[in-house]
């Protein structure tokens, strides 16, 4: 059973940083899939970044794109999400989350771990962001 626990949230000011880990366990591939993704109050969940583990292959949101850094750190089985200039609209819950299918997969339009059907999720961390 895969397993996510998510850590690193908090409050911050706009302009500020944080950094959100996301301890995986429960996995036997060499290759998978995991990504963030975030929720704000009265929205959607929205896909946020994901990466393969084991190689350099990631997903951004346009919406972050510049600001925020998925990587691994695959002898610690987590994976992390740097979080810089931080605004407002970032405020949400921050959940990890893990393909369960293939991860050659992973990016796939419209499925893969951004669709979000098809996931194992984390408990989730907070951010807020104050202007």
């Known amino acids: 059973q895969v397993q996510l626990v998510e850590s690193g949230g908090g409050s911050v000011q706009a302009g500020g940083s944080l950094r959100l880990a996301c301890a995986a366990s429960?996995?036997?591939?060499?290759?998978?899939?995991l990504g963030w993704f975030r929720q704000a109050p009265g929205k959607e969940r929205e896909g946020v970044a994901a990466?393969?583990?084991?190689?350099?292959?990631?997903y951004y949101a346009d919406s972050v794109k510049g600001r925020f850094t998925i990587s691994q750190d695959n002898a610690k089985n987590t994976v992390y999400l740097q979080m810089n200039s931080l605004k407002p609209e970032d405020t949400g819950m921050y959940y990890c989350?893990?393909?369960?299918?293939?991860?050659?997969?992973?990016?796939?339009?419209?499925?893969?771990?951004?669709?979000?059907?098809?996931?194992?999720w984390g408990q989730g961390t907070q951010v807020t962001v104050s202007s």
């Open positions: 429960g996995y036997s591939a060499s290759r998978n899939c």
């Open positions: 989350a893990a393909y369960k299918g293939p991860f050659f997969l992973c990016f796939t339009s419209g499925a893969g771990i951004i669709g979000g059907s098809n996931n194992y």
């Open positions: 990466i393969i583990t084991g190689s350099t292959s990631t």
